[in-house]
């Protein structure tokens, strides 16, 4: 069985400028979460979708971070503007409908903003 | 405020000898108390999940056990390898939904010859 997919695995970008994270989950999952890991903290909820709906999105900053999951498989994050303070880790994580506590994660997209 | 502190913030052992981590909560209402180990520059991958009944659960070396009364829990590693250097995570989940999880900072733990 394949793991969660995320693409790139590393992302340099200038601030200002646009990025997008990709994700492909564990098939068959309908719920999949966007976490930020900063370096020494564990990962904070950006958004989780329930196949294509987004129900929890309250610690997504509106202004600047987007995603969409537009079949209820892959999704997508976006920045934009990027700032310095968004040099993070972006994980990706899946779980079943019948083992909803059991989250499988992707290996993440480091970002670097400079 | 639901918040999961871990203990200590690292740890270094010699290969072979044994090690607990330390996670205290104070998630309400607790639904399952789990613990992940991340190698560096990989995702989080599971090691034991444990709902309100479970005292104790093992994976291999890894055993954690739960006190729900003190709201403790701790990951036993036995007889380290230079493979379990990592970060431990522990995270517990309120209620029913995985989706309100809350994340320790983790213990980062580094094994030498």
């Known amino acids: 069985e394949a793991g969660v997919v995320q693409s790139p695995r590393y992302k340099i970008i200038e601030k200002k400028q646009p990025v997008a994270f990709w994700c492909n989950p564990i098939?068959?999952?309908?719920?999949l979460y966007w976490y930020l890991q900063n370096l020494g903290q564990g990962p904070e909820l950006l958004i989780r979708?329930?196949?294509?709906?987004?129900?929890?999105d309250s610690q997504l900053p509106k202004d600047r971070f987007s995603a969409e999951r537009l079949k209820g498989v892959d999704s997508t994050l976006k920045i934009q503007p990027a700032e310095l303070g968004d040099s993070a880790v972006y994980l990706c994580?899946?779980?079943?409908?019948?083992?909803?506590?059991?989250?499988?994660f992707g290996p993440g997209t480091r970002l670097t903003v400079l | 405020k639901n918040q999961v502190e871990q203990s200590p913030q690292s740890l270094i052992i010699l290969e072979g000898k044994n090690c607990t981590l330390q996670?205290?909560?104070?998630?309400?209402?607790?639904?399952?108390l789990r613990w992940y180990k991340q190698d560096t520059g990989r995702g989080p991958v599971s090691l034991t999940i444990?709902?309100?009944?479970?005292n104790t659960k093992s994976n291999g070396r890894y055993t954690a056990t739960l006190d729900a009364d003190t709201k403790q829990s701790s990951l036993h590693i036995t007889a380290s390898q230079l493979s379990d250097s990592a970060s431990y995570i522990c995270v517990v989940s309120a209620g029913t939904n995985a989706g309100k999880s809350t994340f320790g900072d983790g213990t980062t733990l580094t094994v030498k010859p």
């Open positions: 994580a899946s779980s079943s409908r019948d083992r909803v506590n059991e989250q499988f």
């Open positions: 098939s068959g999952h309908n719920t």
């Open positions: 996670c205290n909560y104070t998630v309400s209402p607790f639904s399952n």
């Open positions: 979708y329930e196949n294509e709906e987004a129900v929890d």
């Open positions: 444990m709902t309100f009944s479970e």
